[in-house]
């Protein structure tokens, strides 16, 4: 299970990112353009979980977990929250120049998507080799604590080998870091109909 309790125990080179809108159970890109999201290759093996602080008009601050197993201690001040991150991929719907973006939030509907997902990953035995191909089936509208937030319902759809856009990203990140990777990079190439 992925670590994402709040309480106190608990760089590189630039990816563009895509943001989940809650509020409108929508998706931008990191340029705000709206967006479908139809279906991406999640790498959920390379997932990292850590404490994020966000504030409004500034670039998100991480305390990054050694392991996802082993949480990070929670960072001194007001707003950190836990957060995940990860790298997904789709030619068809970013195009082939960039087709890698991070996904990276502490936003309390998008975890509980991706601790959602997480654990359809795990019925799957977590293939080190493989990543998920995941489509966005809408959004559950929920209750939490005193607000509403809308889960966004991520299913995976198949496993696939590892497309050579991300095991390119995962190269880059071993070079500059190589004890930040849990599993190898198997570089094979997309197929034609992306997935």
């Not at 509020?23 to 967006?35: C, M, V």
């Not at 809308?150 to 696939?160: E, G, S």
């Not at 050579?164 to 930040?180: K, M």
Request: proline letters at 6%; charged letters at 20%; aromatic letters at 10%.
């Amino acid at each position: 299970m992925l670590n994402f309790n709040n309480s106190p125990n608990g760089g590189g080179n630039y990816v563009p990112y895509i943001r989940y809108m809650a509020s409108t159970s929508s998706w931008n890109t990191s340029d705000g353009s709206p967006f479908q999201f139809s279906k991406a290759a999640f790498d959920l093996s390379n997932i990292k979980t850590g404490w994020c602080l966000l504030a409004e008009g500034q670039a998100p601050e991480w305390v990054m977990d050694e392991t996802i197993e082993k949480t990070a201690d929670r960072p001194e001040g007001e707003g950190w929250k836990r957060g995940f991150k990860l790298h997904i991929m789709s030619t068809q719907m970013f195009g082939d120049d960039e087709p890698v973006r991070e996904w990276g939030t502490n936003a309390t509907g998008a975890v509980m998507g991706i601790q959602k997902l997480w654990s359809d990953w795990q019925s799957q035995g977590e293939p080190a080799d493989k990543v998920a191909v995941v489509e966005f089936a809408g959004a559950v509208p929920t209750k939490v604590g005193k607000g509403n937030t809308n889960v966004p319902t991520l299913n995976i759809v198949k496993l696939i080998d590892r497309p050579s856009e991300l095991a390119s990203i995962l190269n880059t990140e071993a070079q500059e870091d190589p004890s930040s990777l849990s599993t190898p990079a198997a570089s094979v190439a997309s197929e034609d109909d992306e997935f």
